[in-house]
């Protein structure tokens, strides 16, 4: 085994386990047992064992996945996300990179890669996030956080928590030991 950034892989596949039509994996690296289901989109990304991609579901170059996560369908998942294990995507949650999004830069020319600021977003071990939640950039998920669904997370969640709303604001805390 290894890990990457709080990430399990052990021996890496070349593909996911199950065939499905219509999918575009380009450059993963999978682990062991991982199942990605029909009209994906799966490039440069690493994904750890026993995982399961639903339908619909985007995860581009430089996301890291761990193990036994559960990644609903129509889930976006961009650059500079990663996701440690046990962690639950609902259905068409959306992750953000970048907070101040623009096509032009100073000046009026097309913005490049050089006019704009990756933020890092980290989903720790077994936290849930619920369908249709956006998670903007540059945030921390703690583990064994509960995101509502539906909600728009544009701070950091602590350990045990579960937030809800828009702004997704703090409504309960529950242990590890009752986990």
Same mark, same amino acid.
């Given at each position: ?42 490039? @440069?990304?690493? $994904? !750890?064992? =026993?995982?399961? #991609?639903?339908?619909?579901?985007? +995860?581009?170059?430089? /996301? *890291?996945? %761990? &193990? ?57 071990? @077994?936290?849930? $996030? !619920?369908? =249709?939640?956006? #998670?903007?950039?540059?945030?921390? +998920?703690?583990?064994? /956080? *509960?995101? %509502? &669904? ?30």
């Amino acid at each position: 085994m290894r890990a990457e950034a709080g990430v399990t892989l052990s021996t890496l596949a070349d593909r996911p386990v199950n065939d499905a039509p219509y999918r575009l994996i380009a450059e993963v690296e999978f682990g062991e047992g991982v199942v990605v289901y029909p009209f994906t989109n799966l490039y @440069g990304c690493k $994904i !750890g064992d =026993g995982t399961r #991609i639903g339908p619909f579901v985007e +995860i581009q170059q430089g /996301a *890291v996945i %761990g &193990a036994n996560c559960k990644i609903q369908s129509h889930t976006f998942i961009c650059d500079g996300v990663t996701i440690e294990d046990e962690v639950f995507v609902g259905h068409g949650a959306m992750f953000i990179n970048d907070n101040t999004p623009r096509v032009r830069a100073a000046g009026g020319r097309l913005q490049t890669d050089e006019d704009w600021e990756l933020l890092p977003t980290l989903v720790e071990q @077994g936290a849930a $996030i !619920g369908s =249709g939640a956006v #998670i903007l950039g540059g945030l921390t +998920i703690g583990p064994d /956080a *509960v995101v %509502g &669904a539906g909600s728009v997370v544009t701070g950091d969640v602590a350990q045990g928590a579960t937030v809800v709303g828009n702004p997704a604001r703090h409504v309960t805390s529950r242990s590890s030991s009752s986990t």
